[in-house]
């Protein structure tokens, strides 16, 4: 919870010092700081009582002071100052998509507005249409901002409520038997709008009171002698229930729902002449048949034990009872990652650095896939830079036998279908993935147009994050999938499931189109950095929920046979 305190708190320095004019490098070491904070795997508190925050990149002397400041006093003074010396509705307007900190500055100075309302309220006359470099269209875009704010406004990404949930539970760990998170956030579904915990307990009240005064907590909602329900940072709310531990089974399975899997369950259970609820599993005497597991329920209806993520009335219960649930890809399955950028275009980290956190994970194999010369603002490589990263990558595929490296790219489909590399270059590497980066308002036809004729290309291996969507920042591309999905069942073109929980792209319904058009997919992380290695089960549980099989996936194949699956 600290690190996500710590990280939010620096975010918004850096938004208030933007805002002020500051000198560009100094918000861009706050940002810094609050990305890689926000990605550590470690506890940030163990961290500076160890004395190494220094290890952190991006972490000097000052930003240590600060960190051991919040640590100390839940505050930074830095903060607090800045927060009076700017007004905080101006932050506030700063998460606008379309808004940046000049944008706003430039229109608080001119009217004022402090309030997304106010700034709505304006956009609908004519008046930002006097502001120098202001457009109809900047006018558009900046609505169009505060349409996407207001969707994600309540709504929380995977991969911040995940890592959350799980330092609530370990908190709750000693007043309780038993604890986990459950609801939408164990069945993963990408975005969340509470977290719901569970917990099994003899003495409710001492758990319930462990729960309120949690350091995390902002705000009490309501409390009773077996729920509670509280507000945490970034008005996140988190309820708890408290059961019998005879009971935790039978909750578990009902707190995790989803609501038409439970009414499905509930009638079989019906039918068998017995009674589902969250306290267990009862004949017509009302005596007990189990509840103390979650495998018992499933077992006593004469089912196997359905796993969470597939839990949302999609047929599973059908499949299960036919024994035909799919044998779901798992996360020690994938044998490597083919998506990962270093310091040749926009990563964090050089080639050998990025091999050797692999090989650290285990992977057997990665592709090296820095960005084409036409994305410029990602440090695309020259023609004669992707040479060059190209012998490097066979340096080191030499150099390190436990782990194979392959020379690869994530080439730019130009606007008209073609790649940013011609197919001389591209012979000459292992891996190629394509993907769209420009061009994203052409029209439903051009667009597919484009992505299909990037999977003829020979060399195409996937299409990377194939909508481009940006959870709760970009809408995905007005693509046909449809017949996307055609040209890559047919061309033996993989689709991406990227991992980066902003991204998660393919999603769960996609991916479920995937399995029945017999497409295979990759699950991988585009890491830009280390910690970014740490999001690739967000990206296997999307494709869990998608009933996608390991025989599906590229990317747990061995590297030879991973190899020999090439376009048609």
Known sequence: MRNFEIAFAFNQIADLLEIQGANPFRVRAYRRAALNIEGLADNIETLSQQGGLHDIPGIGGDLASKIDEYLRTGTIEFHEQLK?????????????????????????????????EDLEAICKTDKLMGVPGFKQKTVDNILRGIGLYRRRKGNYLLGRAVPLARELCKYLEGCAERVAYAGSLRRMKEIVHDVDILAASKD??????????????????????????VRIQDDLQVDLRVVDPQSWGAAMHYFTGSKAHNIRMRERAIKQGLKLNEYGLFDASEKRLAGTEEEEIFEKLGLPYIPPVLRED???????????????????????????????????????????ASRKRGYKYIALTDHSKSLGVAGGLSDKDLMKHTEECRALDAKYPDIRVLAGTEVDIRQDGTLDYSDELLAKLDFVVASLHSGFKQDRATLTARV?????????????????????????????????????????????????????????????????????????????????????????????????????????????????????
């Open 204 to 229: 409710p009240a001492q758990t319930i009171q462990a729960f309120l005064t949690m350091p995390y907590v902002q705000s009490v909602l309501a409390q009773g002698g077996t729920k509670a329900s």
């Open 314 to 356: 999609w047929g599973e219960i059908e499949a299960a009872a036919e024994g035909n649930l799919p044998n779901i890809v798992q996360p020690e399955d994938i044998r490597g990652d083919l998506h990962m950028h270093t310091t040749w275009s926009d990563g964090k980290y050089s080639a050998e650095e990025m091999v050797e």
């Open 84 to 116: 009076k010396e700017v007004p905080l509705g101006l932050a506030k307007i700063v998460e606008i998509p379309s808004v940046g900190p000049k944008t706003a500055k430039e229109i608080y100075d001119r009217f004022r507005i402090e309030t997304i």
């Open 452 to 568: 299909v004729r990037a999977m003829q290309n020979p060399y195409v291996r996937v299409i990377g994050h194939p909508t481009g969507r940006l959870l709760g920042d970009r809408d995905p591309y007005d693509l046909d999938l449809d017949e996307v999905m055609k040209e890559a069942a047919r061309t033996r073109t993989c689709l991406e499931v990227n991992s980066n929980f902003h991204r998660l792209d393919l999603n769960d319904v996609h991916c479920r189109k995937a399995r029945e058009m017999g497409v295979h997919v990759i699950i991988s992380t585009d890491s830009h950095s280390y910690d970014d290695m740490l999001n690739l089960p967000y990206g296997v549980a999307t494709a869990q929920r998608g009933w996608i099989e390991k025989d599906s996936v590229l990317n747990a194949k061995p590297v030879e046979e991973m190899l020999a699956f090439k376009p048609k």
